[in-house]
């Protein structure tokens, strides 16, 4: 026992079939549909590749966080996965708790951590003479 289903008028057909092309106009000069259009569909940051349904997980980045900066030629826009995509904006949001600024990452200041700073010493340190695996001054 399926529900039957109410018979929809011819104009009532034509009115929805003239919504769907409407708003499919609509999204198409959607700042989202030029930006797919213009690059190709890869993350920016990691390099993944986005086709089908997983297209959906692509999304547009405005590199000057401003929303309302859309030009015509997407030179505002970067293609960022979900989660870069979260990233940079976690990013953001954590810059400015630290000093209310936006950082520049030209400008960052490099690691302080040499992890191979003592490779040199170790390497070139004597085995003991007794053939056991301590490391001298054990």
């Not at 034509?14 to 000069?29: S, Y």
């Not at 700042?31 to 993350?43: F, G, N, V």
């Not at 390099?47 to 966080?65: C, P, Q």
């Not at 505002?76 to 979260?86: G, I, M």
Request: with cysteine.
């Amino acid at each position: 026992m399926s529900p039957q289903r109410k018979k929809i008028s011819p104009e009532r057909q034509a009115e929805i079939i003239a919504e769907l092309r409407r708003d499919q106009a609509l999204k198409q000069k959607s700042y989202r549909d030029r930006a797919l259009r213009i690059y190709p569909h890869i993350c920016a940051r990691c390099g993944r590749e986005f086709s089908g349904k997983r297209l959906r997980e692509l999304t547009v980045h405005h590199k000057d966080h401003n929303h309302k900066n859309n030009p015509t030629d997407g030179t505002n826009w970067e293609l960022l996965c979900l989660y870069c995509h979260d990233h940079e904006h976690e990013k953001q949001r954590i810059a400015g708790c630290y000093n209310q600024s936006i950082p520049d990452d030209k400008d960052s200041l490099p690691s302080i951590f040499e992890q191979f700073k003592n490779l040199d010493t170790l390497l070139n340190q004597e085995k003991p003479e007794n053939g056991s695996d301590e490391k001298p001054g054990s």
